[in-house]
């Protein structure tokens, strides 16, 4: 089988491996460095991100944001922040923007082609290799150093950067199978399931729903108790619920499986009795008009109509002078707390981000591998996810900038076999 070597192989041509590759070869300008990617170009998923905008940061940057054995944030403070990569480092202006979750940050430009431009530019600057349409098969230790197995060509390196992604967007290169080599390798892999994505519930549940949106307040409930809660646009599907403020709680579904439901509160500006006060005005107010009108001065008609239908065991078209307190009681109690079972998360193609990845005992605080001396991992690889709303990529910006800053430092070009 033919090969080539390099100082440096980073596998992935994604947001953490360009990175990686450029952050490595600016501490070890001497060292060859490749970026391996199986997609006939790198960068696929970076153009897809924030509907093609690239929501890349956000201001607002907590603990809070990020969930798994990884501890991002930690490693998010220890790099330079988006201005400092993107504006000083790759001429990149960059600008607020009022899409997803407030203090996104964008590109000027509103693409996200932009930022992918950027990066090639800069790995054609330093000579970093792109090896496009090559799918990693096996990786190995060998000579020192590590060998990546393809379907006819063996590539060599000193120090190997694993950026592959997790299972997410499959048609953008992630499709976990780097992930499963590395579990055959004796990693520890915690558990995976979709994150930044829509949650399924039962069709029936949401019979009459398909394309409302509402505006509200969704909380995930195990137990009784409420594991967290998000303030958005609610959108149904015909088996599904999404909306940002659902993809931010679909991560909770990797350690509540069977055993969460969604509580909509689809009108939290409202406190029960206000509500019910407004409702009993409405009640004589519109006395004579069929039931299915009772809320369509709050609602969209399927909305109401779907509300009413759940509340109170009547005909649709019975008057609501007919309402019994007791109803309209019932009715408040359902707008305030609707719950759906959920039943798993929507699949792969529809899901931003891996909840699960390689545990953090894997690897140390340079991201090096402690299994095998040389390797890195950065991105989405690792056990850690972000909510929506560009937090993602930035971990992936700083784990590329820690794992191949930690590579390149490594690297003696004097030691080349």
């Known amino acids: 089988m033919n090969g080539r070597y390099y100082d ?39 153009i897809a991100t924030g509907n093609g905008k690239c929501n890349l940061s956000n201001l607002n940057i907590d603990e809070g944001n990020y969930h798994g054995s ?9 790099m330079p922040g988006y201005r ?24 000027r430009s509103n693409s996200s082609a932009t930022i992918v431009n950027a990066l090639r530019n800069r790995l054609k600057q330093l000579g970093i290799e792109e090896i496009c349409d090559w799918q990693v098969t ?11 197995t393809g379907v006819n060509e063996k590539i060599s390196c000193k120090r190997l950067i694993i950026a592959a992604g997790g299972y997410a967007a499959p048609s953008f290169g992630t499709d976990g199978g780097v992930l499963r080599i590395l579990r055959d390798m004796g990693y520890k892999v915690s558990k995976i399931c979709p994150a930044v994505a829509p949650l399924r ?8 729903l398909k394309g409302v949106r509402v ?36 991560y909770l579904f990797q350690q509540y499986e069977g055993k969460m439901l969604l509580s909509a509160d689809l009108l939290p500006d409202f406190t029960e009795k206000e509500l019910a006060d407004y409702l009993f005005g409405i009640r004589t107010a519109r006395a004579e008009l069929p039931l299915e009108e009772l809320l369509t001065g709050i609602f969209v008609k399927n ?35 609707l719950r759906f079972e959920v039943s798993g998360c929507s699949g792969w193609q529809s899901a931003q981000a891996t909840m699960g990845g390689i545990h953090s005992s894997c690897v140390d605080e340079r ?19 972000g909510d929506c709303g560009g937090y993602n990529l930035q971990w992936a910006w700083s784990s590329g900038m820690l794992a191949g800053g930690s590579c390149g430092k490594s690297v003696k070009i004097n030691d080349r076999t």
């Open 8 to 46: 440096i192989a980073v596998v992935g041509g994604g947001a953490s491996g360009l990175t990686a590759a450029i952050s490595a070869k600016e501490v070890c300008p001497e060292a060859k460095i490749a970026v391996v990617e199986r997609l006939p170009r790198v960068g696929r998923k970076i």
């Open 70 to 78: 990884v501890k991002a944030l930690s490693v998010i403070r220890k």
């Open 84 to 107: 400092t990569f993107f504006s000083d480092y790759l001429g990149v202006v960059c600008a607020f923007g009022s899409e997803g979750r407030e203090g996104g940050i964008y590109p």
């Open 138 to 148: 096996g990786i190995a230790s060998a000579n020192g150093g590590f060998a990546l």
């Open 201 to 208: 519930v039962d069709p029936s549940a949401v019979k009459g």
């Open 215 to 250: 505006k509200g307040c969704i909380s995930a409930v195990s137990g009784g108790k409420i594991l967290r809660s998000e303030k958005g646009e609610m959108q149904f599907g015909e088996n599904s619920i999404s909306g940002i403020c659902v993809f931010n709680l679909a």
């Open 303 to 337: 909305l109401a109509v779907y509300v009413m239908k759940r509340a109170v065991d009547r005909n649709m078209t019975d008057k609501i002078a007919g309402l019994k307190n007791a109803e309209i009681m019932a009715v408040v109690k359902l707008v305030k707390d």
């Open 367 to 385: 991201l090096e591998s402690r299994l095998h001396k040389g390797l890195y991992l950065c991105g989405e690889i690792l056990d850690t996810a």
